[in-house]
């Protein structure tokens, strides 16, 4: 190893290098007077080449060169220092890398001399501490030109590994892509850049001179390293490479990056000829490589002889004290496989003029996800997570927008002081599943289909793309287009070939809601059948197809038309469809009636979707237009209802009507409506259409695109599970508020919404703990009679029973001594001064403490999800159950070490009492804590709101305030979370629990709340307050009639009849209904009373 003094005279030799060439190089052309001042004309041009030269022109073409060569090795400085600086990989620039890889070479001995060297230099002469660790930049040259280093290997994800040198199978290992360095690599893996001399120490023999390391070397991790890859493929027993070609790309460079040597590139060819390639291409011509294709290169990548792995050990015994390790260490996303969007290109193989071919009618698709790839999936996966979570399905998506669409129609027929009905306890596994699995976004998906049809409708001469698939990623959706069309409305992009139609997220979509009436859905039938490891979900429009057939497994080919069934039965991109199961799907027959149905006649089912076909088909004949334009320009609108049939073999094996149907359907030239989804066992179909292959790992291959995905999957089991809970939720049916759940004084009095719990005499007894009778009655919080607040106010004689009950003798003392803190524990949540902790969830989760997050990764949402669950946790969590709520996808996170430090960063967030010094989150271990992990002395706006709720309504008519206090306290939508958390540890999925909802008591309090306090203004004459308390209902985020009713009541007081007509509109559309005969009972009786006292 070098000394630092010599590192450090490389480094100023490289900066001089650096300045001489970037700085000195124009000052010296500038002195010389070789500054061109612009353009020289033709007629110039002609006399200077036609006269006799007397040396000016060769000055002229000496200065130009000059120019020219500082411009080039200036931009690739600048490119590889902003690569550097960013920690980014620079696409490298065919014929440029004479001038990069010099520029990346002396940035590298500038950046590891001057930052290293002085660090060590310092460490060395006081003695004490490591040495500093370089900056998180990677070695800018190639690993063929280090000493001693072996072949790089091409980074990036589309190089698949089918082997390595190493076999370490009991130790976590990662693959050094370019730019990677041991700081980087700590800080992502270990949660603490400080940490990278652990990986130096596991692996001495590996890691070079100033702690260099190679790219396509094999590292061993330390065993508590976090997030890493799936490592498998770096241990396999051959030694060959899977490798997508990319822009640029040629035989010779693939060769020279993956063994080392250019002239191998024959070699390569070798291998992969006759290479079938995605959109029917074939290699065959070493001349044509195109991005996108897939080639193996034969003894890729190994390592160097003396760059062997050491044993796996274990780490110190004793470790210094560490940061804590980050519960989801962040991995830089690598570059996308190939983008979809992408034009056909051609890309010569090597050195040579070979003519381009012509592009097809389909651009070349993504790279196809390589088998072995896709069969690393982890098996351990619950079939659940797989089916609704896998890859981020659409069904995951679709479901969970179906399932709050049920909330929301539950919330609308809740009567005041009851609950919605919830999950059932077998079956609040699965809605967890929905809310912690990552998903897509599918609203975003059907904004932008109907974003599309609207643009296209306002366009003369407007037509819609005739399109075969979707590609969707989380930033660009791509439409797979059959016929060329090179027109599309903004923000949507053509390419050059016609035939890729993209909108990326951050365009502004030309979307209206208000119109999303006027317009039928474009593509009714699009459908995800699977999606690759780059994040691309891949939807294919059935009723283009009009026939698939599936071979292969059985088993997986049911499992994926299951998924399809669900799929088609609730997205939000189609209307009019009907999806026909035969053979299969009973379990699914109770997820939407309205689209999914199960037939046990296969002759009756085709001979109905027969009928249909060629009912759409004389609609076409009749109108002179096709369903795209009949949809587009609502023709017969009507007629082009899609019909989808998925028949499994055991059908088949009934008649042939299928047959003689799919062969109609693919000879047809235009879609009809009609599609067939038939399952073969075997490798042959004996049904015409689209041959899709799927194998028993659950890949399935769609030749015609040139696609290889993981395809979707729905066990028979989760399938019944889902439908059912779907089913559950969409029955509005509401129930009793159990009682209160807390240890507190006085949670006796009160039920899990706050409110007092004595016998009202009304219709909801059951749902009240009897107290005894009282020999003196006191008022309620609504003291003036039932009748009195039902002429005046939008409520009824059961609302004032219910929601202002009469306390009993004795009980207002009892509750204001069981809760002698309140109002100063009401002052503290508005002092900012007060050290203690305070959550907000009624509103923009958020928590407020003394102390601070790590700096580096601060984590403030994740972090404030453990607090969350904590604070809500009466006697507090075990670790176990802390562990498993806040990463409910990992089952064996209890003995993980994240578990305790993301509690130490927590500790140290929220600080200690300063009267006490003892930690508000006290150590598991105290006697105090019993082995349970709890906050105290905590503030939570809703236990607040509570605790204010019970004192209020014990109070009777003097409680009013109170009332008014609690709705102070709201500020938002309960757990409304600043971003999506979708996947990955957290997302508030432990809010769902069969014991109880907190969600959905949360916003049922507010609601009822503000309900008192309004009938209670407008049965006193003060309709601005009773619209005021409504207001902070409605800004909570409820879709209940209640607080609408409420204002439209202060507004009639107000003599705004206008504005309450509005909020009456309002309501019929909320539940699309044309008459208020068509509202839940209580919002039509009230209406109709409204309309009574108005004819009067």
Same mark, same amino acid.
């Given at each position: 190893?070098?000394?630092?003094?010599?590192?450090l005279?490389?480094?100023?030799?490289?900066?001089?290098v650096?300045?001489?060439i970037?700085?000195?190089?124009?000052?010296l052309?500038?002195?010389?007077?070789?500054?061109?001042h612009?353009?020289?004309?033709?007629?110039?041009?002609v006399?200077?080449?036609?006269?006799?030269?007397?040396g000016?022109?060769?000055?002229?073409?000496?200065?130009?060169?000059?120019w020219?060569?500082?411009?080039?090795?200036?931009?690739?400085?600048?490119?590889?220092?902003i690569?550097?600086l !960013?920690?980014?990989?620079?696409?490298?620039?065919?014929?440029?890398r004479?001038?990069?890889?010099?520029?990346a070479?002396?940035?590298a001995?500038v950046?590891?001399?001057?930052?290293?060297?002085?660090?060590?230099?310092?460490?060395?002469s006081?003695?004490?501490?490591?040495?500093?660790?370089?900056?998180?930049?990677?070695l800018?040259?190639?690993a063929h030109?280090?000493?001693?280093?072996?072949?790089?290997?091409?980074?990036?994800?589309?190089?698949?590994m089918?082997?390595?040198?190493?076999?370490?199978?009991?130790?976590?290992?990662?693959?050094?892509?370019?730019?990677?360095?041991?700081?980087?690599?700590?800080? !992502?893996?270990l949660?603490?850049?400080? !940490?990278?001399?652990?990986?130096?120490?596991?692996?001495?023999?590996?890691?070079g001179?100033?702690?260099?390391?190679v790219?396509?070397?094999?590292l061993?991790?330390?065993?508590?390293?976090?997030?890493?890859?799936?490592?498998?493929?770096?241990?396999?027993?051959?030694?060959?490479?899977?490798?997508?070609?990319?822009?640029?790309?040629?035989?010779?460079?693939?060769?020279a990056?993956?063994?080392?040597?250019?002239r191998?590139?024959?070699?390569?060819?070798?291998?992969?000829?006759?290479?079938?390639?995605?959109?029917g291409?074939?290699?065959?011509?070493?001349d044509?490589?195109?991005?996108?294709?897939?080639?193996t290169?034969?003894?890729a990548?190994?390592?160097?002889?003396?760059?062997?792995?050491?044993?796996?050990?274990?780490?110190?015994?004793?470790?210094?004290?560490?940061?804590?390790v980050?519960?989801?260490?962040?991995?830089?996303?690598?570059?996308?496989t190939?983008?979809?969007?992408?034009?056909?290109t051609?890309?010569p193989?090597?050195?040579?003029?070979?003519?381009?071919?012509?592009?097809g009618?389909?651009a070349?698709?993504?790279?196809?996800?390589s088998?072995?790839?896709?069969?690393?999936?982890?098996s351990e996966?619950?079939?659940?997570?797989?089916?609704?979570?896998?890859?981020?399905?659409?069904?995951?998506?679709?479901?969970?927008l179906?399932?709050r669409?049920?909330?929301r129609?539950?919330?609308r027929h809740?009567?005041p002081?009851?609950?919605?009905?919830?999950?059932?306890?077998?079956?609040?596994?699965?809605?967890?599943?929905?809310l912690?699995?990552?998903?897509a976004?599918v609203?975003?998906l059907?904004?932008?289909?109907?974003?599309?049809?609207?643009?296209?409708?306002?366009?003369?001469?407007?037509?819609?793309?005739?399109?075969?698939?979707?590609?969707?990623?989380?930033d660009?959706?791509?439409?797979?287009?059959?016929?060329?069309?090179?027109v599309?409305?903004?923000?949507w992009t053509?390419?050059?070939?016609?035939?890729r139609?993209?909108?990326h997220?951050?365009?502004?979509?030309?979307?209206?809601?208000?119109?999303r009436?006027?317009f039928l859905?474009?593509?009714?039938t699009?459908?995800?059948?699977g999606?690759?490891?780059?994040?691309?979900h891949?939807?294919?429009?059935?009723e283009?197809?009009?026939?698939v057939?599936?071979?292969?497994?059985?088993?997986?080919?049911?499992?994926?038309?299951?998924?399809?069934?669900?799929?088609?039965?609730?997205?939000?991109w189609?209307?009019?469809?009907?999806?026909?199961?035969?053979?299969?799907?009973?379990?699914?027959?109770?997820l939407?009636?309205?689209?999914?149905?199960?037939a046990?006649?296969?002759?009756?089912?085709?001979?109905?979707?027969?009928q249909?076909?060629?009912?759409?088909?004389?609609?076409?004949r009749?109108?002179?237009?096709?369903?795209?334009?009949?949809?587009?320009?609502?023709?017969?609108?009507?007629?082009?209802?899609?019909?989808?049939?998925l028949?499994?073999?055991?059908?088949?094996?009934?008649?042939?009507?299928v047959?003689?149907?799919?062969?109609?359907l693919?000879a047809?030239s235009?879609?009809?409506?009609a599609?067939?989804?038939?399952?073969?066992?075997?490798g042959a179909?004996?049904?015409?259409?689209?041959?899709?292959t799927?194998d028993?790992?659950?890949?399935?291959?769609?030749?015609?695109?040139?696609?290889?995905?993981?395809?979707?999957q729905?066990?028979?089991?989760?399938?019944?599970?889902?439908?059912?809970m779907?089913?559950?939720?969409?029955?509005?049916?509401?129930? !009793?508020?159990?009682?209160?759940?807390?240890?507190e004084?006085?949670?006796?009095?009160?039920?899990?919404?706050?409110?007092?719990?004595?016998a009202?005499g009304?219709?909801d007894?059951?749902?009240?703990?009897?107290?005894?009778p009282?020999t003196?009655?006191?008022?309620?919080?609504?003291?003036?009679?039932?009748?009195?607040?039902?002429?005046?106010?939008?409520?009824?004689?059961r609302?004032?029973?219910?929601?202002?009950?009469?306390?009993?003798e004795?009980?207002?003392?009892?509750?204001?001594?069981?809760?002698?803190?309140?109002?100063?524990?009401?002052?503290?949540?508005?002092d900012d001064?007060?050290p203690?902790?305070?959550l907000?969830?009624?509103?923009?989760?958020?928590?407020?403490?003394?102390?601070?997050l790590p700096?580096?990764?601060?984590?403030?949402?994740?972090?404030?999800?453990?607090?969350?669950?904590?604070?809500?946790?009466?006697g507090?969590a075990?670790?176990?159950?802390?562990?498993?709520?806040?990463?409910?996808?990992e089952?064996d996170?209890?003995?993980?070490?994240?578990?305790?430090?993301?509690?130490?960063?927590?500790?140290?967030?929220?600080?200690?009492?300063?009267e006490?010094?003892v930690?508000?989150?006290?150590s598991?271990?105290?006697a105090?804590?019993?082995?349970?992990?709890?906050?105290?002395?905590?503030?939570?706006?809703?236990?607040?709101f509570r605790?204010?709720?019970v004192?209020?309504?014990?109070?009777?008519?003097?409680?009013?305030?109170?009332?008014?206090?609690?709705?102070g306290?709201?500020?938002?939508?309960p757990?409304?979370?600043?971003?999506?958390?979708?996947?990955?540890?957290?997302?508030?999925?432990w809010?769902?629990?069969?014991?109880s909802r907190?969600d959905h008591?949360?916003?049922?309090?507010?609601?009822?709340?503000?309900?008192?306090?309004?009938?209670h203004?407008?049965?006193?004459?003060?309709?601005q307050l009773?619209?005021?308390?409504a207001?902070v209902?409605?800004l909570?985020?409820?879709?209940?009639?209640?607080?609408?009713?409420?204002?439209?009541a202060?507004?009639?007081?107000?003599?705004?009849?206008?504005?309450?007509?509005?909020y009456v509109?309002?309501i019929?559309?909320?539940?699309?209904?044309?008459?208020e005969?068509?509202?839940p009972?209580?919002?039509?009786?009230i209406?109709?009373?409204r309309?009574?006292?108005?004819?009067?």
């Amino acid at each position: 190893m070098s000394s630092p003094a010599a590192r450090l005279i490389k480094a100023l030799g490289a900066l001089a290098v650096l300045a001489a060439i970037v700085v000195g190089v124009p000052v010296l052309l500038v002195t010389l007077q070789l500054v061109p001042h612009g353009l020289p004309s033709v007629e110039e041009v002609v006399r200077t080449l036609s006269e006799r030269d007397d040396g000016q022109l060769l000055r002229v073409v000496l200065a130009a060169g000059a120019w020219v060569c500082w411009g080039l090795f200036t931009t690739s400085t600048t490119t590889e220092l902003i690569g550097l600086l !960013r920690a980014r990989p620079i696409v490298q620039i065919p014929g440029l890398r004479v001038f990069q890889q010099p520029a990346a070479a002396l940035l590298a001995v500038v950046v590891v001399g001057l930052t290293i060297a002085p660090a060590v230099t310092a460490a060395s002469s006081t003695g004490a501490g490591p040495a500093m660790p370089p900056l998180p930049v990677a070695l800018l040259v190639d690993a063929h030109q280090a000493p001693g280093a072996g072949p790089v290997v091409r980074a990036g994800p589309a190089l698949q590994m089918a082997s390595d040198s190493h076999d370490v199978p009991s130790a976590q290992t990662h693959k050094v892509v370019r730019r990677d360095t041991l700081w980087a690599l700590a800080e !992502r893996y270990l949660g603490d850049p400080l !940490r990278y001399p652990e990986i130096v120490e596991l692996n001495g023999g590996i890691i070079g001179p100033d702690n260099q390391i190679v790219p396509g070397t094999v590292l061993v991790m330390p065993l508590d390293a976090a997030g890493l890859p799936n490592s498998a493929a770096t241990s396999s027993a051959d030694s060959t490479a899977e490798i997508t070609v990319e822009l640029g790309d040629t035989l010779w460079g693939i060769a020279a990056e993956t063994t080392g040597d250019g002239r191998e590139w024959e070699t390569v060819w070798t291998a992969n000829q006759g290479r079938p390639e995605p959109a029917g291409a074939v290699f065959n011509d070493p001349d044509l490589i195109r991005p996108g294709w897939t080639l193996t290169v034969p003894s890729a990548v190994q390592a160097a002889p003396d760059q062997t792995l050491p044993p796996s050990s274990e780490p110190p015994t004793e470790p210094a004290p560490q940061p804590p390790v980050p519960a989801e260490p962040t991995v830089e996303p690598g570059p996308s496989t190939s983008p979809p969007p992408a034009p056909a290109t051609t890309t010569p193989a090597v050195p040579s003029s070979a003519a381009a071919e012509s592009p097809g009618a389909l651009a070349p698709a993504p790279a196809p996800v390589s088998a072995q790839a896709s069969n690393e999936v982890a098996s351990e996966v619950p079939a659940a997570a797989i089916a609704l979570g896998g890859g981020g399905t659409l069904l995951a998506g679709v479901s969970l927008l179906a399932l709050r669409r049920y909330r929301r129609h539950q919330s609308r027929h809740r009567r005041p002081g009851r609950l919605v009905s919830s999950t059932p306890p077998e079956l609040v596994p699965v809605e967890r599943t929905l809310l912690s699995a990552g998903t897509a976004d599918v609203g975003w998906l059907d904004r932008a289909l109907r974003s599309l049809v609207q643009g296209l409708a306002s366009v003369e001469g407007g037509v819609l793309p005739d399109v075969i698939a979707v590609c969707m990623t989380d930033d660009v959706l791509t439409l797979v287009v059959a016929e060329p069309a090179h027109v599309g409305p903004e923000p949507w992009t053509v390419d050059d070939s016609g035939t890729r139609w993209s909108v990326h997220r951050d365009d502004t979509l030309t979307y209206e809601h208000s119109r999303r009436g006027r317009f039928l859905a474009p593509y009714p039938t699009l459908v995800s059948m699977g999606y690759t490891d780059a994040g691309e979900h891949w939807l294919l429009d059935l009723e283009h197809i009009s026939a698939v057939n599936l071979v292969g497994d059985i088993d997986r080919a049911v499992d994926l038309m299951r998924y399809l069934a669900a799929e088609l039965a609730h997205n939000t991109w189609s209307e009019m469809l009907r999806v026909t199961a035969v053979g299969f799907g009973e379990e699914l027959a109770q997820l939407n009636p309205d689209r999914f149905a199960c037939a046990a006649d296969l002759e009756s089912a085709v001979e109905a979707l027969t009928q249909h076909h060629v009912s759409s088909s004389d609609a076409m004949r009749a109108a002179a237009t096709d369903v795209l334009a009949g949809r587009l320009h609502d023709i017969s609108a009507d007629a082009w209802e899609p019909n989808v049939l998925l028949v499994v073999p055991s059908s088949l094996r009934e008649g042939t009507a299928v047959a003689r149907l799919t062969t109609e359907l693919a000879a047809q030239s235009a879609r009809s409506g009609a599609v067939v989804v038939t399952a073969a066992e075997g490798g042959a179909s004996a049904t015409a259409g689209w041959t899709m292959t799927i194998d028993a790992a659950g890949l399935i291959a769609i030749p015609t695109l040139g696609l290889r995905l993981r395809a979707h999957q729905l066990p028979v089991e989760e399938a019944g599970a889902l439908a059912q809970m779907l089913a559950d939720a969409a029955v509005a049916e509401d129930r !009793r508020v159990p009682p209160a759940r807390g240890n507190e004084p006085w949670d006796a009095a009160a039920d899990a919404c706050g409110n007092l719990r004595v016998a009202s005499g009304g219709p909801d007894d059951e749902s009240l703990t009897s107290s005894s009778p009282p020999t003196q009655a006191v008022a309620s919080v609504l003291p003036l009679g039932e009748q009195t607040y039902v002429d005046a106010a939008a409520t009824t004689d059961r609302d004032v029973r219910v929601l202002a009950p009469v306390p009993g003798e004795g009980v207002r003392a009892k509750v204001e001594l069981a809760d002698p803190d309140l109002d100063r524990d009401l002052a503290d949540w508005f002092d900012d001064s007060s050290p203690r902790p305070k959550l907000t969830l009624l509103g923009p989760v958020r928590v407020r403490a003394q102390g601070r997050l790590p700096e580096r990764n601060p984590r403030r949402q994740f972090y404030t999800e453990v607090v969350a669950y904590l604070a809500t946790r009466n006697g507090g969590a075990t670790s176990e159950q802390y562990a498993t709520a806040i990463w409910p996808n990992e089952p064996d996170v209890v003995g993980k070490t994240k578990v305790r430090q993301a509690i130490s960063v927590v500790r140290a967030w929220l600080g200690s009492d300063p009267e006490t010094r003892v930690d508000y989150l006290p150590s598991g271990v105290t006697a105090a804590a019993a082995g349970r992990y709890r906050i105290d002395c905590a503030l939570v706006d809703a236990q607040l709101f509570r605790r204010l709720r019970v004192r209020g309504t014990a109070r009777g008519s003097d409680g009013i305030a109170d009332l008014d206090a609690a709705l102070g306290l709201v500020t938002g939508r309960p757990f409304d979370l600043p971003t999506p958390r979708v996947s990955g540890a957290g997302g508030y999925s432990w809010v769902v629990d069969a014991d109880s909802r907190l969600d959905h008591e949360f916003a049922a309090m507010i609601v009822d709340v503000a309900h008192v306090v309004a009938t209670h203004h407008l049965g006193a004459g003060n309709p601005q307050l009773a619209a005021d308390a409504a207001t902070v209902a409605l800004l909570s985020g409820t879709f209940e009639d209640v607080p609408l009713l409420d204002l439209v009541a202060a507004c009639d007081a107000l003599g705004n009849r206008a504005e309450a007509d509005a909020y009456v509109a309002r309501i019929l559309a909320n539940h699309d209904a044309e008459v208020e005969e068509d509202l839940p009972p209580r919002t039509a009786a009230i209406l109709h009373r409204r309309q009574m006292r108005s004819g009067a």
